[in-house]
């Protein structure tokens, strides 16, 4: 199991930015798939964005053009960038693996509080 620990959030005007940082401890970073998920109130969770251990990255369309998924497997951390930020956008955001079997899935973090208002 890998311990996983968002940070980067943040209250920001519409149209503004933000980059999410997870921190992942284990040696098995590196091999799986991981995933920006986010969670708005009343709202089931979702994934937003991943990225395969070849760098490959996928996008959900209401970010897609808009953020930036990226990965270092050598800090074992993976990163978000958001950019023309919306106020639906408004979650708690959190990282985990992802396109996997659900045994694969770890422990969920306490995740980022993003917040998009004017």
């Known amino acids: 199991q890998m311990r996983l620990v968002e940070s980067g959030g943040g209250l920001v005007q519409p149209g503004g930015s933000l980059r999410l940082s997870c921190a992942a401890t284990g040696s098995t970073f590196s091999i799986y798939t991981m995933g920006w998920y986010r969670q708005a109130p009343g709202k089931q969770r979702e994934l937003v964005a991943d990225?395969?251990?070849?760098?490959?990255?996928n996008y959900a369309d209401s970010v897609k053009g808009r953020f930036t998924i990226s990965r270092d497997n050598a800090k074992n951390t993976v990163y978000l960038q958001m950019n023309s930020l919306k106020p639906e956008d408004t979650a708690v955001y959190f990282c985990n693996t992802a396109r996997t079997p659900p045994r694969f899935l770890q422990s969920w973090g306490q995740g980022t509080q993003v917040t998009v208002s004017s």
């Open positions: 990225i395969t251990s070849s760098l490959m990255p």
